[in-house]
């Protein structure tokens, strides 16, 4: 498995954007395709392709099961 991708920056400030803009409740697939439609970079599409596959009813849910991946490398120790 490539490690590139954990080495491009990652914008916080868009990804919290972008969740600030969603309406919840919201599906996973309904999310990654309002991300999709925002002009999501590639690693948060990726980041959000890996969310479990449920309804989230707020952004913090959504920043929570990110933040519960592991796989943030950049991310370091970083609260949401």
Do not use: C, W
């Not at 948060?44 to 989230?56: A, C, E, G, N």
Request: hydrophobic share 35%; aromatic share 6%; proline share 2%.
């Amino acid at each position: 498995m490539s490690e590139k991708g954990k080495s491009m920056n990652f914008d916080l400030g868009q990804l919290t954007q972008l969740l600030d803009h969603v309406s919840y409740p919201i599906g996973k697939a309904q999310l990654v395709q309002f991300a999709q439609q925002r002009g999501a970079n590639e690693q948060i599409m990726s980041m959000l392709d890996h969310l479990p596959d449920k309804t989230f009813n707020s952004s913090q849910e959504v920043k929570d099961s990110l933040g519960g991946l592991g796989n943030l490398g950049n991310l370091g120790g970083l609260k949401f």
